[in-house]
């Protein structure tokens, strides 16, 4: 049998030992913890284009990261059919995350992603029970923090959350991160559904 050896120290091999590993153990948490660094370089790189990436529509921006994810390995697929058209659809073996991305206008319209994404799309299943919310900030004066802070309110909001039949718990946004989480039981099976709340800053208006 041959022995598989990883380089831990650079960042696409550690990301496979992970996920080897996580498949292995049966792991699914340990897999959502690799996918969400690999993501975070996504962004991060995706970010440092914004220049390029601007204009592009919200299908346009999904491509990128699920090309981005391939590349690492992923099977990600954009438009995917599972309970309708999933916008980023991310499977290793058995293991499933699905996000629902937006282009930021208002707390409203990243409202319907939300829906989409816990009322059409996901089942909280053993191998699916995370999630992922996807804000594109292309124009608007408002800051990441005020979006992701004006997004946490709305979705908290008690005659909301009645309206919509829904519970929610969103943790606090840490440190510099630009992203916060929340769980609430799955309306189908009762069982905890995890999400978490990024945003994709894409702004580009340089002034010289």
């Not at 996901?122 to 802070?149: A, E, F, P, R, V």
Request: hydrophobic fraction near 30%.
């Amino acid at each position: 049998m041959t022995t598989l050896e990883f380089d831990l120290t650079d960042p696409l091999e550690e990301s496979l030992y992970n996920r080897r590993l996580a498949i292995q153990k049966n792991d699914y948490e340990l897999y959502i913890k690799q996918l969400y660094k690999d993501l975070g370089i996504c962004v991060k790189d995706l970010e440092a284009k914004a220049h390029y990436a601007h204009s592009q529509s919200e299908d346009q921006l999904s491509l990128i990261i699920e090309t981005q994810l391939k590349g690492m390995g992923y099977k990600a697929s954009h438009d995917t059919f599972h309970n309708g058209h999933v916008d980023i659809h991310v499977q290793y073996r058995h293991f499933l995350w699905l996000g629902e991305a937006k282009i930021y206008g208002s707390p409203t319209k990243i409202f319907e992603g939300f829906l989409q994404l816990t009322t059409r799309y996901s089942n909280s299943s053993t191998d699916n029970y995370h999630g992922g919310l996807l804000i594109y900030i292309q124009d608007t004066k408002l800051t990441s923090i005020d979006i992701l802070n004006g997004w946490k309110t709305f979705i908290s909001d008690e005659q909301r959350k009645q309206d919509h039949s829904y519970e929610i718990t969103c943790s606090d946004r840490t440190g510099r991160n630009l992203y916060f989480d929340s769980t609430m039981p799955h309306h189908k099976s009762g069982l905890e559904y995890f999400i978490r709340h990024m945003t994709i800053d894409l702004r580009h208006d340089p002034q010289k």
